[in-house]
């Protein structure tokens, strides 16, 4: 009887990711929206804004600011967009879809990652560290919508997170960066 309680013990502690403990933001695996897997490591020392987008959503123009964000801090901030289609699904597109759009309307040059699910069952390990205490040692949330924006300082830890509503050039974003 021992054995069958460790063993579920075992199997239900490993089928929830809702508990995952990641030691570190530059520890998780994530690839661009090319495939080729993105090393976090390289943006220690830079403010990182992790920002999950869609095409097809009223936030979209965000991307305008995200981009004018990018050029002005880029000596200190990387802005990488994560594309979901969990809400509403405003992000139907494949990689070269999102690419594309990206490119042609609003001139993106800053990291896009590949297409993951940003809460629930199958919730990426990025997100679980961005929303989790038990990982960031900062705060729990929850992603809300489109465009909710997470920034993490220079040493890897979660500064804070903003509401969609919440513009890129916002000042509760930018006095960070100054």
Do not use: R
């Amino acid at each position: 009887m021992n054995l069958l309680k460790a063993f579920l013990a075992t199997f239900s502690s490993k089928s929830s990711n809702k508990k995952m403990e990641i030691s570190s933001i530059y520890n998780i695996k994530i690839n661009a929206l090319n495939g080729k897997p993105i090393d976090l490591t390289d943006y220690k020392g830079k403010f990182i804004l992790f920002v999950n987008v869609a095409s097809k959503c009223g936030f979209t123009p965000q991307y305008k600011e995200l981009q004018k964000l990018h050029e002005k801090y880029e000596d200190k901030l990387q802005v990488i967009g994560v594309p979901c289609n969990q809400f509403g699904g405003q992000e139907p597109g494949n990689a070269d879809d999102i690419e594309s759009f990206c490119e042609v309307n609003y001139g993106v040059t800053f990291q896009i990652t590949e297409k993951i699910n940003v809460k629930g069952k199958h919730q990426h390990p990025l997100y679980t560290w961005l929303s989790q205490k038990i990982n960031n040692g900062v705060k729990d949330s929850s992603v809300k919508w489109n465009f909710q924006k997470y920034l993490v300082d220079p040493n890897g830890n979660l500064v804070d997170y903003f509401l969609s509503t919440t513009k890129p050039l916002s000042s509760k974003i930018v006095k960070h960066l100054k």
